[in-house]
């Protein structure tokens, strides 16, 4: 497949929820511009999944469209995160889960506020379970899931911006407030600290560990809680994700790295991938499909 010349590589974390998937691309199908790319991080999804995003991109999906799958062995998202970024061919990497359903601007609002020396973190709004069962690609497509998020939810993430900004301008590190449904970095950054950590595994913590990284490697981190909202799909906590104990001392290690000790390079390596390196773009396959085994 031909180089796409996009501004940004849209890195979806899905698993078994292709209802909800096809809701997030119907948001992304209708985003305000097209120099961008969409890449879907499958942690093991059936063949359900794959055949959404077929029919998806047979539909005439509006920009590229990339399946990476690896199999299911537990709960590995941030391994299914590091193949799919082996894959961006964009400078700018957006972050985002298979149940979170972005507003019309969402690939702007990142890339207005993108910058090699920063990493971007932005908030959501969390439907519940009532709400979300209203929801279907007809209500994406007119845009109706953007006057879902409630004033008091507002009121919050504004709340969560000031500190995010006084965090920020205090130099605090471990900070900001990052959910890995909607952060965002440059390509080069991500080599440059090898990824996220594919060593959490059944554990939900990789996105502040990205975050934690990337502040030791000297990235500053810059917030759009209040103004980037996509909205959260409501769904029953996920079991698997919190089979490792051990997640959060891993995480709140004293002596942490800046680069991931299983991340880009070794994932990689382990499927006879091209080492990760911001001055290449890497090639699609025809099939618009890259299927991993093993590992």
């Known amino acids: 497949m ?7 590589s849209v890195v979806i974390s899905t698993y078994e929820s292709p209802a909800y998937l096809e809701m997030v691309l119907a948001g992304y199908a209708r985003q ?12 093991g999804s059936g063949e359900e999944t794959r055949a959404l995003i077929d029919r998806v991109r047979a539909q005439g999906f509006p920009v590229p469209l990339l ?4 199999p299911d062995h537990g709960f590995r998202k941030a391994r299914a995160q590091c193949l799919a970024v082996l894959h961006a061919r964009a400078p ?27 990493f971007v973190v932005g908030g959501h709004a969390r439907l519940t379970q009532e709400v979300s069962a209203t929801l279907d690609v007809p209500r994406i497509d007119r ?12 009121v919050w993430m504004w709340r969560v911006q000031a500190k995010n900004v006084c965090y920020i301008l205090t130099g605090r590190m471990r900070s ?47 917030s759009i809680w209040h103004r980037c909202i996509p909205v959260h799909l409501w769904h029953p906590q996920t079991a698997r994700r919190r089979g490792w104990a051990e997640g959060n001392r891993y995480l709140n290690r004293p002596e942490l790295p800046v680069r991931a000790p299983v991340g880009l390079a070794e994932v990689a390596a382990a499927h006879g991938l091209p080492a990760p390196d911001p001055a290449r773009v890497p090639e699609w396959p025809a099939a618009a499909m890259v299927r991993v085994e093993g590992g």
Do not use: C
């Open 2 to 8: 031909a180089v796409s010349g996009s501004r940004a």
């Open 32 to 43: 305000d511009r097209r120099d961008f790319e969409v890449l879907i991080a499958d942690d």
């Open 67 to 70: 399946h990476v799958w690896q």
């Open 92 to 118: 700018w990497v957006i972050f985002t889960d298979g149940d979170t359903v972005p507003m019309r601007d969402m690939v702007s609002q990142h890339l207005r506020a993108a910058a090699p020396d920063r």
């Open 143 to 154: 845009g109706e899931h953007e006057g879902l998020v409630r004033f008091d939810q507002r």
């Open 176 to 222: 900001p407030k990052v959910y890995g449904l909607n952060m965002s970095v440059g390509r080069a950054a991500l080599v440059a600290v090898n990824g996220p950590d594919a060593a959490f595994v059944d554990s939900a913590r990789e996105d502040s560990d990205l975050r934690n990284r990337l502040r030791v490697a000297g990235f500053r981190g810059r």
